[in-house]
């Protein structure tokens, strides 16, 4: 008999010998640490979402909830004092929501050209070492903290779009929704552009040979044939890229401002979501007032936007995804 032979009918006759009600301590103990871990991120969900409901509630009672989602001014800061309530300061919301709108769209119409373009150039045209050297370098924007786009967008960006306006006779501001939303499109480019990759390899090379066969090219195999079958993974890279891009606040306060402007404009200032909660909290607050109670309203709010992306995402890529052999 060999020596590893012999050690491993050792180890078997060892595991053998282990009472069996020390093993199943063990594994029980495994099970409940497991159990235990599974619990932490799903209590601190439940958590998050129960303090945002109930100062949220604490805040409509003071403010109509009708007020707060179709209030057209939104100018919380002269509710300072516990005895100026729902009828002093505005809060309405509406331009929130259509300043959050307008940065995301134009980020998007940024990210989700490029990024699909250049997640079919590395999973269809890229060699192996173009592709392993160009896809990290494209993730290292992913990598760079948004404060640095920020000041990017601030100081450089901005004022280019304002001098290029001014040139042609247009009106533009120094902090605009143009200048944060190109920023914004830059950095989500390797959200859409990972995810599209990966959906578009995971489609099978027969489906390629198959189309190749009746004597498409390959220009008309990505177009007829991958991107179809990879449609519902690139939606969602796309769906994921947006609740990324409404989440955003750095980019916005430094490049669009803080102005609550109901304006389709993208020439000028407008604010998210985002930005006012950092705005409400800031300093040394007291929760017993509209102002700072508005903060949990609004996280609420993009609580419940943020999920509807994601659950829509996940439901279009369970009901639309092609089973491959």
């Not at 331009?95 to 269809?124: D, K, Q």
């Not at 066969?213 to 993974?233: M, N």
């Not at 750095?250 to 998210?272: D, K, R, Y």
Request: glycine share 8%; no cysteine; hydrophobic share 55%.
């Amino acid at each position: 008999m060999l020596a590893s032979d012999t050690a491993t009918a050792g180890r078997q006759s060892t595991l053998g010998a282990r009472p069996k009600w020390a093993r199943i301590l063990w594994e029980r103990s495994v099970l409940a640490l497991l159990i235990a871990s599974s619990l932490v991120a799903i209590l601190t969900t439940v958590g998050i979402v129960l303090s945002l409901l109930f100062e949220s509630i604490r805040f409509f009672e003071a403010v109509p909830i009708t007020e707060f989602l179709f209030g057209l001014e939104w100018s919380p800061q002269t509710a300072m004092r516990s005895d100026q309530v729902g009828s002093s300061g505005a809060f309405g919301a509406i331009p929130l929501f259509a300043g959050t709108a307008l940065i995301s769209l134009i980020a998007m119409l940024i990210a989700g050209p490029i990024g699909l373009l250049s997640a079919i150039y590395l999973a269809e045209y890229a060699s192996h070492h173009v592709h392993s050297i160009v896809k990290p370098l494209l993730e290292i924007l992913a990598g760079i903290p948004t404060v640095v786009y920020g000041f990017f967008a601030a100081l450089i960006v901005a004022p280019i779009i304002r001098e290029s306006g001014s040139v042609i006779g247009l009106d533009v501001a120094s902090e605009s929704a143009l200048a944060a939303g190109l920023i914004m499109g830059v950095m989500i480019i390797p959200i859409v552009s990972s995810l599209s990759d990966d959906v578009i390899s995971s489609v099978p090379m027969s489906l390629r040979e198959a189309s190749y066969g009746i004597g498409a090219t390959q220009s008309e195999t990505i177009r007829r044939v991958v991107l179809p079958a990879a449609l519902p993974g690139i939606v969602s890279a796309m769906l994921l890229a947006t609740s990324r891009a409404i989440g955003e606040t750095m980019i916005v306060v430094m490049a669009a401002g803080l102005a609550a402007n109901l304006t389709a404009n993208p020439l000028q200032a407008v604010t998210t979501i985002t930005v006012q909660i950092v705005g409400l909290l800031t300093g040394d607050q007291e929760f017993d007032t509209p102002k700072t109670l508005a903060a949990f309203a609004l996280g609420l709010t993009l609580f419940v936007i943020t999920l509807l992306l994601n659950v829509t995402a996940l439901r279009f890529v369970r009901r639309y995804q092609e089973q491959y052999d």
